[in-house]
C-alpha cells in the first residue's frame, strides 16, 4: 500500500511535470494569408496551465531545461509566465477576459518588443518601447493595429527625430533659470520629449516638450507644454497639491 502510495505521487507529479511542459510554447507564430508573421496566445495551454495550477494547489512553478528557465504563477485568475533564455526575457500576463500583454526584451537592448492580444489570443497590437530613468516606459517606432481576423486596421509611427526639436534641452534649463521658474535652482526640473504621433500617414500629434518644476517636498508642481518646432508655450499652470 505504501509502495502504491508513492507511486501515484510521483505519478501526479510527473502528470503535472508534462502537462507545464506541453504548455511552455504559449505562443504559436505564423504567417497571416496577407504574408505578415503573425503571432498568436494559445489560450487551451494557458488555461490548462492555470487548472494544473488550482488543482495541484500551487502558487508557482518553475522549470529549468535546455539552459530555459520557465516559471507560471497566478493571482486572481492572471496568468503570469516568465521565460529566461540565454540573454532574453519574454514575460506574458492576463488573462481571456481582458487580454494579454507579451513583453520580449534582451538584457544588452535598452529596447523592449511588445505585443498586445485580444482575449481571444489573436494579435492585437505590437510594436516597441523604451524606458526613461524613473522606469516608466514610451512607445518608439512603428506600431500595428490589427482587427482580430489578423488584418492590419492601423499604423502608428512616434517619432522623436532631432529635427522636430528646434532648441536643445539645455536651452529650456537656461529659459527657466532666466525666468526663475525654479526658484533659484531649489526645485528640480524633468524635461521630456514628446514624439510626433502619425497614423496611418496623417500627423495627429506634433512634437512637444514636456516640462514639469517641482519641489521635492510636495508643495506643488509646475508643468509647461512647449511646441518643440517654433518653440512658443503652448501651455502652463502650477497646481497646489499640499504642504
Not at 506600431?143 to 486596421?153: E, M
Amino acid at each position: 500500500y505504501r509502495n502504491m502510495k508513492i507511486s501515484n505521487i510521483y505519478l501526479i507529479i510527473s502528470l503535472l511535470i508534462i502537462s507545464i511542459c506541453n504548455g511552455q510554447n504559449i505562443i504559436i507564430k505564423y504567417i497571416h494569408s496577407n504574408n505578415i508573421d503573425m503571432e498568436q496566445i494559445d489560450i487551451k495551454a494557458l488555461e490548462s496551465l492555470q487548472e494544473n495550477l488550482r488543482k495541484n494547489n500551487k502558487k508557482e512553478i518553475v522549470l529549468n531545461e535546455d539552459n530555459k528557465e520557465v516559471t507560471f504563477y497566478s493571482i486572481s485568475d492572471v496568468l503570469y509566465y516568465t521565460e529566461k533564455v540565454h540573454n532574453k526575457i519574454i514575460r506574458v500576463s492576463g488573462n481571456s477576459t481582458n487580454g494579454f500583454i507579451k513583453k520580449e526584451i534582451s538584457v544588452t537592448s535598452e529596447i523592449e518588443n511588445r505585443s498586445e492580444f485580444y482575449p481571444t489570443g489573436n494579435l492585437k497590437r505590437v510594436g516597441q518601447v523604451k524606458y526613461r530613468s524613473d522606469k516608466t516606459d514610451y512607445p518608439v517606432g512603428i506600431w500595428y493595429s490589427y482587427d482580430k481576423g489578423g488584418n492590419i486596421i492601423e499604423k502608428t509611427e512616434y517619432n522623436y527625430d532631432d529635427s522636430l526639436f528646434i532648441f536643445s534641452e539645455a536651452e529650456i534649463l537656461k529659459w527657466i533659470r532666466r525666468e526663475n521658474l525654479d526658484h533659484g535652482g531649489k526645485w528640480k526640473t524633468t524635461i521630456q520629449k514628446w514624439p510626433q504621433v502619425t497614423v496611418n500617414d496623417i500627423v495627429k500629434d506634433e512634437a512637444i516638450w514636456l516640462v514639469q518644476i517641482y519641489n521635492e517636498d510636495a508643495i506643488g508642481i509646475t508643468t509647461i507644454i512647449i511646441d518643440a518646432k517654433p518653440g512658443k508655450k503652448i501651455s502652463g499652470k502650477f497646481d497646489k497639491i499640499g504642504k
